[in-house]
């Protein structure tokens, strides 16, 4: 069956300058419809797309059958329940809400209209050598997983940047720092991979250690799982050249991603095998796999087709958004855990983090708007 899905934008900011291109080159897909609360950047969109200032106007009378919703996060969630109440396909961008008591009312709307289609742009989980992490790790090529520990520092940024719009790096507009901005990838690749969530998160964080915001900008936490692994999680954006780096040890080895390089130190027997032999320092011998060398590769437009393949086809969705919640749990119980200094048990209390969220929001700078 041939079809073109007829799409429409809302937010045409810095990232939707990709995706444009992106709806360019994909297939079965026009843009036919764009949204911007600033009329001037309305002339972003291809010459016969309609234009909106108003989001709602754009649902009820842009023609579209989905949406890519591309603007700040806190509208995240109410603009993806109005275009699911209208039936339209949303794909939204990370993160998938600010918090994750949003989240859940978004996936109950979401459960409720199962005829329209939900996606989250985390295009990294299409990167090769991601894909091939989790390939492993969930055919038991590692073992039982006792470690895991991401050194995520590749994520700079210039004060210049967070001047860049009022919304950012504010507690009002964005809804925190480098944990819903910069890290929902990482995070939802964590739970992604390893196929697990922690149970308990305990962590330390700074606000405005590196710049002049009021949100956290460098964050480092220990990660404690039901089976009794063990995971470390440190992320900065004040930190160059920048590090990103995660290991995850099991019972047949280490499976290592150091800047897209991944490598597999197998070990020829299991972990408990070598703890129970009876020399004092038994010789280990590993295979040792250079398994891939790959990129940076933010395939933003891979994603985007999939979605509408999905839509069309009905092909498995590579990030459904309802899965938004699992990385932002993380995120959240994180956030709560390294300015509080407090340790944060999972599943997270959704009210606990929401008087948390109310109380940092009371002392926002940003008067950015913030509908939810
Ligand atoms: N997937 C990724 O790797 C990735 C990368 C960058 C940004 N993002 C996400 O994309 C989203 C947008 O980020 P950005 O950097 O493009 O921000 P931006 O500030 O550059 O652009 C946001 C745009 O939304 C518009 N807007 C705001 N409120 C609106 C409303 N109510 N109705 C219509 N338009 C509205 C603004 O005028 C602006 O043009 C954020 O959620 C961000 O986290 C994702």
Redesign the pocket.
């Given at each position: 069956m041939s079809k073109t899905l007829r799409f429409g934008i809302?937010?045409?900011?810095?990232?939707?300058q990709i995706h444009l291109k992106s709806f360019a080159a994909c297939r079965n897909v026009e843009l036919v419809a764009g949204?911007?609360?600033?009329a001037s950047?309305l002339d972003r969109l291809p010459a016969n797309a309609k234009r909106f200032t108003d989001?709602s106007e754009m649902i009820r009378r842009g023609g579209i059958e989905a949406v890519l919703i591309?603007?700040?996060?806190y509208?995240?969630v109410p603009m993806s329940i109005e275009a699911m109440k209208a039936g339209i396909h949303v794909l939204c961008?990370?993160?998938i809400a600010v918090s994750i008591s949003a989240a859940h009312q978004v996936n109950e709307v979401a459960a409720a209209h199962r005829q329209v289609k939900f996606g989250i742009?985390f295009?990294r989980r299409l990167n090769p050598v991601f894909a091939k992490m989790r390939q492993l790790v969930r055919d038991g090529e590692l073992g039982a997983i006792s470690r895991v520990s991401w050194v995520s520092t590749d994520w700079f940024r210039t004060t210049h940047y967070y001047k860049s719009?009022g919304?950012?790096a504010t507690w009002n507009g964005e809804g925190g720092g480098l944990l819903i901005?910069q890290c929902p990838?990482d995070l939802d690749l964590l739970q992604w991979i390893t196929g697990m969530m922690p149970s308990r998160i305990t962590a330390v964080g700074f606000i405005g250690k590196t710049h002049p915001i009021e949100v956290e900008d460098e964050v480092s936490a220990i990660l404690e799982y039901p089976n009794g692994a063990i995971g470390h999680f440190h992320a900065t954006t004040g930190e160059t050249p920048g590090t990103n780096r995660l290991e995850i040890v099991g019972e047949r080895g280490r499976l290592v991603m150091d800047a897209y390089q991944l490598h597999f130190s197998r070990t020829t027997k299991n972990a408990s095998q070598l703890r129970d032999a009876t020399e004092l320092f038994p010789a280990i011998e590993t295979w040792e796999i250079d398994l891939l060398a790959g990129q940076a590769l933010?395939d933003?437009q891979g994603l985007m087709q999939n979605f509408i393949d999905h839509v069309i086809e009905d092909v498995p969705l590579v990030a459904p958004g309802i899965e938004g919640v699992h990385g932002l749990e993380i995120g959240n119980a994180m956030a709560l855990a390294a300015l509080t200094r407090q340790p944060m048990d999972l599943p997270l209390d959704a009210q606990t983090y929401d008087r948390f969220l109310i109380k940092m929001r009371q002392n926002s700078t940003s008067n950015a708007?913030a509908s939810a």
């Amino acid at each position: 069956m041939s079809k073109t899905l007829r799409f429409g934008i809302v937010g045409l900011g810095a990232i939707a300058q990709i995706h444009l291109k992106s709806f360019a080159a994909c297939r079965n897909v026009e843009l036919v419809a764009g949204c911007d609360i600033d009329a001037s950047r309305l002339d972003r969109l291809p010459a016969n797309a309609k234009r909106f200032t108003d989001y709602s106007e754009m649902i009820r009378r842009g023609g579209i059958e989905a949406v890519l919703i591309a603007v700040p996060h806190y509208d995240h969630v109410p603009m993806s329940i109005e275009a699911m109440k209208a039936g339209i396909h949303v794909l939204c961008e990370k993160p998938i809400a600010v918090s994750i008591s949003a989240a859940h009312q978004v996936n109950e709307v979401a459960a409720a209209h199962r005829q329209v289609k939900f996606g989250i742009m985390f295009q990294r989980r299409l990167n090769p050598v991601f894909a091939k992490m989790r390939q492993l790790v969930r055919d038991g090529e590692l073992g039982a997983i006792s470690r895991v520990s991401w050194v995520s520092t590749d994520w700079f940024r210039t004060t210049h940047y967070y001047k860049s719009g009022g919304w950012r790096a504010t507690w009002n507009g964005e809804g925190g720092g480098l944990l819903i901005n910069q890290c929902p990838h990482d995070l939802d690749l964590l739970q992604w991979i390893t196929g697990m969530m922690p149970s308990r998160i305990t962590a330390v964080g700074f606000i405005g250690k590196t710049h002049p915001i009021e949100v956290e900008d460098e964050v480092s936490a220990i990660l404690e799982y039901p089976n009794g692994a063990i995971g470390h999680f440190h992320a900065t954006t004040g930190e160059t050249p920048g590090t990103n780096r995660l290991e995850i040890v099991g019972e047949r080895g280490r499976l290592v991603m150091d800047a897209y390089q991944l490598h597999f130190s197998r070990t020829t027997k299991n972990a408990s095998q070598l703890r129970d032999a009876t020399e004092l320092f038994p010789a280990i011998e590993t295979w040792e796999i250079d398994l891939l060398a790959g990129q940076a590769l933010d395939d933003r437009q891979g994603l985007m087709q999939n979605f509408i393949d999905h839509v069309i086809e009905d092909v498995p969705l590579v990030a459904p958004g309802i899965e938004g919640v699992h990385g932002l749990e993380i995120g959240n119980a994180m956030a709560l855990a390294a300015l509080t200094r407090q340790p944060m048990d999972l599943p997270l209390d959704a009210q606990t983090y929401d008087r948390f969220l109310i109380k940092m929001r009371q002392n926002s700078t940003s008067n950015a708007m913030a509908s939810a």
